[in-house]
């Protein structure tokens, strides 16, 4: 979606806009989804991955419109995400920025909303997370908050919803009474405020209209600090080009008498005015019992205990996912069997009978089917843990603790999320790499990804290998694609032009995750999921069924020969079901019993994989099933995430590393 | 030992402008000059790394170096030198006094140009760096001496970084990256690194910058992250990043009455 036009939008049909923003990991997003609900719109600027959500709400008979920013330190163009956050609430004209800040961080988090004050905006901040900051000690005088900061300050508990009403209340009231809370700039020291009200006072008589309509002021307080959107839009004006020399003298005079660059200066400025304001508001008993969430913390961050929790919770996820996701499963088969496949596939055949185009409908029907039996059930259990862990702040713990053997791979701790997710289905994790900063790193990440077995992949290893090799073999198959992660990534890492990002991530104590705001993600990712992969999971399966029904999928065979008899050593046919595994790649197995039992004779179609292929044979077919391109909604979204050219790249080359392992263990299959 | 073979014949600059030196040697010189200042093993990757060249042609140029006895190149701890490029055990550079010496007057002229830049020229400190790499290599002894007199002789370059004086002697400054830390050691930030003003400004963003305390909790071992905790926050550092802050023992000074990040100052804002 266009962003301006979505901002366009909201404005007509609410009577005020409010902005959300407030550092990560400050509760603003649990905020966010208790004042809108799920009726979330996200925007996308061009060529940047981080998002805009936009909602639409009502609070006391007034349509509200909430455009919520991504979660950010400061407003700068140093990265993509403050620069999205920035462009948000510039392009978006909010009546009011609401900022939310984290009690027990109050420095740090004033120094964004002081920025908003820079940008010239009404201001309403939420003192969030009070609840723990007391717990931990720190108690916080609101109301001399709100005077030094002149803005009015609620105090919120979001997890539990506690006065969000009044913060509303607050934000609609100073949206109303705009003249009553004016915005009052807060002053620099003496030697920089003097040389921004002249640097702006030149702005004003020179320039007629100024980017996104702001303050002569908030320009000037941007070109100091050398903000290259700014720089580079002054750059285009002849009358910017000379302000833009002016204000590069006073940048470097005022380098000149401190030691340090203006924007560090002005970003000390800053710090400095955050944190004598937090140290006037707030009292702190010095010592006190360290939290139980502090001590556990404590524990999965240090190295010597956080290696076997980290272990330990990986099992117990896997646990979960796959006691957890199987009864889900055979739920929702017996489900979608008993009210829906069955009676559909009789009402089909009595409307249209059992000829090639009921028959197509119901391979589409069923496709639909194995969303919701194969892939849905994991990818629920899956998301749930997944949010816990994000919400609760272990996934930090355990970037934290992976980092170094990230770092190895050209990658740093936070790409363990997308990794992880991966296990359960490789979309979101696709989807999942745009936390990460660089295009080098997404690169990397969705590479490795696509070799991550999901689930439907597991359940192939599993049916196939497990069960008719051996479990001794299908350990070998789940170790060799591990070592192809790895592999792969030092492998990239090397060749890659750039060097990783180095990990910068703020780390918090463990917080109690809320309810509601689990099954919020979860169910914005399985939306995603079946946005994205169930139209091209049912498509390809009507592909299938055509193929099949029609007799087509015969004539395939032959010009596979080749590639499958000599080189893989694996029957014709079982090409065939590589080759359509692409489509729906959990039915891997049971298509090529399906083609087998019309293609060579003797088989049926009540016949084992022993019956016509050697378990040396099922090894390769299920090792190469496993490796090259996960599935058609997978290249769907790499090709969104990372363009043509290079998903293109990743998906031939693992096309070429399965075929290249496939002969390999061809060769190893016939020397023994 | 080739590496000390010649060392002591060659006691003068002059051999430079005799056309031995070449300006990538010099560069390579001065880099391990600054590299060796910051690491206690520093291996022909890293130098690689620092120089954005590939190992190969960093070995090529180490070799160079130590056939013209500007560097010895030798095992860890057994201080035998051995002939570059020959084993595979790791093993350490490091400057013999004659390259030391070269190293140590490229770092005066740049610096001494960089001053000039910035004060006399009134460039930006990034321009001042960028013409001070080439103003370095063709600045004559008397020059440099010159330079110095009119400048006044100043101690330390625009950035801070201490200027080494006519024979080669530099202030010591007891500082070292954050990442040599150990957990529950204490510092203050002395400068974070401007090679990527971008990082540098991110940074600044988070309150991580001069003169602010900092308290390493928890260090990961194999050269993991680090925990690093500022003000009332903790931030998970890559080692990388954690390389390019510097700091010294001792609380801030200029500290304000904020438990944060405060201004230089100590002045309140409003």
Redesign the interface.
């Known amino acids: 979606m266009q962003v301006l036009e979505e901002l366009e939008k909201l404005h007509a049909r609410a009577d005020y806009v409010f902005a959300l923003a407030g550092n990560p990991n400050v509760g603003k997003s649990t905020i966010f989804g208790r004042i809108t609900g799920l009726g979330v719109m996200t925007a996308n600027y061009p060529g940047m991955t981080v998002e805009l959500n936009l909602a639409l709400t009502e609070f006391e008979g007034r349509r509200l419109g909430i455009v919520d920013l991504p979660g950010t330190?400061?407003l700068?163009a140093?990265?993509e995400d403050q620069l999205v956050a920035r462009r948000g609430v510039l392009q978006g004209k909010p009546d009011v920025v609401i900022v939310i800040l984290d009690a027990?961080?109050?420095?740090?988090n004033l120094?964004l909303l002081l920025q908003f004050l820079d940008l010239g905006f009404p201001v309403v901040a939420a003192l969030n997370l009070v609840d723990q900051a007391e717990k931990s000690g720190i108690h916080t005088d609101v109301g001399l908050l709100s005077e030094?900061l002149g803005v009015p300050v609620v105090p919120t508990v979001g997890v539990r919803g506690d006065g969000l009403n009044q913060l509303m209340a607050q934000a609609v009231e100073v949206a109303e009474l705009k003249e009553e809370y004016p915005v009052i700039p807060?002053?620099?020291?003496m030697d920089i405020e003097t040389r921004l009200r002249r640097l702006a006072r030149r702005i004003q008589g020179e320039m007629k209209d100024l980017p996104y309509g702001i303050s002569p002021r908030a320009l000037a307080i941007l070109l100091l600090e050398e903000d290259r959107e700014f720089v580079e839009w002054m750059q285009g004006r002849e009358e910017g080009r000379k302000i833009l020399e002016y204000a590069?003298r006073l940048?470097?005079e005022i380098?000149g008498e401190?030691?340090?660059?203006a924007?560090?200066i002005l970003?000390?400025?800053r710090?400095?005015?955050?944190?004598?304001?937090?140290?006037g508001v707030q009292v702190r008993q010095e010592y006190r019992k360290p939290l139980l969430g502090e001590r556990l913390w404590e524990y999965t961050?240090?190295?010597r205990t956080g290696l076997p929790i980290l272990v330990l919770a990986l099992g117990a996820v896997f646990g979960a996912l796959f006691w957890g996701g199987g009864e889900l499963a055979s739920l929702f088969s017996r489900f979608w069997e008993n009210l829906v496949s069955n009676p559909l596939g009789r009402l089909l055949d009595s409307a249209l009978g059992a000829n090639l185009l009921s028959r197509t409908i119901l391979w589409g029907v069923d496709g639909l089917g194995a969303v919701l039996e194969i892939a849905l059930p994991y990818l629920l259990v899956f998301y749930v843990i997944l949010a816990v862990m994000e919400d609760s702040g272990y996934l930090?713990a355990v970037?934290?603790?992976t980092?170094?053997l990230m770092?190895r791979l050209g990658l740093?701790?936070r790409a363990i999320i997308p990794m992880i997710t991966a296990v359960g289905c490789n979309v979101p994790a696709v989807m999942g790499t745009r936390v990460l900063s660089t295009r080098r790193e997404r690169v990397i990440a969705c590479a490795l990804i696509v070799l991550v077995p999901c689930s439907a992949r597991v359940a192939v290893i599993m049916g196939g290998v497990a069960r008719f090799v051996g479990w001794p073999y299908a350990l070998l198959l789940f170790a060799v694609l591990l070592l192809l992660v790895v592999g792969a990534g030092l492998l990239l890492n090397h060749v890659l032009p750039g060097?990783s990002a180095?990990?910068?991530?703020?780390?918090?104590p463990f917080r109690a995750p809320s309810l509601a705001n689990i099954a919020r993600k979860t169910w914005l990712r399985i939306r995603d999921f079946l946005y994205i992969a169930a139209p091209l999971i049912v498509a390809g399966s009507v592909a299938l069924g055509l193929l099949y029904e029609s007799g087509w999928i015969e004539h395939l065979v032959g010009p596979l020969r080749p590639l499958t008899e000599w080189w893989l050593g694996i029957p014709a046919v079982a090409g065939l079901a590589l080759v359509l595994g692409f489509l729906r790649k959990e039915l891997a197995l049971a298509l090529l019993v399906v083609l087998a039992a019309r293609v060579i004779p003797g088989v049926t179609e009540s016949s084992t994989l022993l019956d016509f292929m050697t378990r040396g044979q099922i090894f390769t077919f299920v090792l190469v099933c496993s490796i090259y391109i996960p599935c058609v909604a997978t290249l769907a979204v790499l090709w969104r995430e990372l363009g043509p050219r290079d998903s293109l790249l990743v998906a031939a080359s693992t096309v070429v590393l399965a075929l290249l392992l496939g002969g390999l263990s061809h060769l190893v299959v016939a020397l023994l | 030992m080739p590496g000390l073979a010649r060392e002591g014949e060659v006691r003068d600059m002059e051999d430079r402008s005799a056309g031995m030196l070449t300006e990538k040697m010099e560069e390579y010189l001065e880099a391990l000059f600054k590299l060796g200042r910051e690491e206690s093993a520093l291996t022909p990757t890293r130098l690689a790394e620092y120089m954005k060249v590939t190992p190969p042609t960093a070995l090529d140029m180490l070799r160079r170096l130590e056939k013209e006895g500007y560097i010895r190149y030798q095992g860890p701890g057994t201080g035998k030198g051995r002939g570059v490029g020959s084993g595979k055990a790791k093993r350490i550079i490091v400057l013999t006094p004659k390259g030391e010496r070269v190293a140590r007057t490229l770092i005066r002229r740049h610096r001494l140009s960089e001053r000039f830049l910035t004060d006399m020229l009134g460039l930006d400190w990034e321009s001042a760096h960028r013409e001070a790499c080439r103003l370095e290599h063709v600045i004559s002894p008397e020059v440099e001496e010159k330079l110095s007199k009119v400048l006044g002789n100043p101690e330390t370059c625009p950035h801070g970084y201490p200027i080494p004086d006519e024979n080669g002697n530099m202030a010591e400054e007891e500082i070292k990256p954050l990442c040599d830390f150990c957990p529950d050691e204490k510092g203050c930030i002395a400068r974070v690194e401007e090679e990527e003003p971008q990082l540098l400004q991110y940074l600044a963003s988070l309150g991580v910058m001069p003169d602010v305390d900092v308290e390493v909790t928890e260090v990961a071992p194999f050269g993991g992250p680090l925990l690093v905790r500022i003000g009332d926050a903790q931030y998970a550092l890559g080692r990388e990043v954690a390389a390019k802050i510097w700091t010294r023992k001792g609380p801030g000074r200029g500290r304000g009455r904020g438990k944060g990040p405060g201004p230089r100052r100590g002045h309140a804002g409003r």
């Not at chain 1, 027990?104 to 740090?108: E, F, K, Q, S, Y």
């Not at chain 1, 710090?271 to 140290?279: D, F, K, L, P, R």
């Not at chain 1, 180095?502 to 918090?508: H, K, R």
């Open positions: 330190y400061a700068g140093v990265s027990n961080n109050l420095a740090r120094y030094y807060f002053s620099y020291a590069r940048a470097s380098e401190h030691g340090e660059k924007p560090v970003a000390r400025e710090h400095g005015i955050a944190g004598s304001i937090a140290e961050t240090s190295f930090n970037a934290f603790l980092d170094r770092h740093h701790g060097e180095g990990l910068v991530m703020e780390m918090f």
